[in-house]
């Protein structure tokens, strides 16, 4: 509850994300992997905060290098 108080006052969050999905699919196995950055400001403000997500999906043997930004709501993605 503390940790969760606390990160809930953060005005700013830096993160990074590295995970990996594996699915079963009509009896083959597919598998997704996420490494991503994450820099973002004003996150109490939906308003106001702004995003950037960078980072390298992998997926049905393919590398997809993404860059985004989100503000006033939208989000732009570079693939």
């Known amino acids: 509850t503390s940790a969760l108080k606390k990160t809930n006052s953060l005005k700013c969050l830096d993160g990074k994300l590295d995970m990996k999905i594996t699915m079963n ?8 992997s996420y490494k991503f950055n994450m820099k973002a ?8 905060m702004k995003m950037h997500l960078d980072g390298t999906m992998n997926m049905v043997g393919q590398n997809i290098v ?13 693939m």
Do not use: H
Request: charged share 20%; proline share 3%; glycine share 6%.
């Open 25 to 32: 699919v009509q009896g083959t196995t597919q598998s997704v």
């Open 41 to 48: 400001i004003d996150v109490q403000n939906p308003k106001s």
């Open 66 to 78: 993404m860059d985004c930004y989100m503000e006033d709501g939208w989000a732009y993605y570079d």
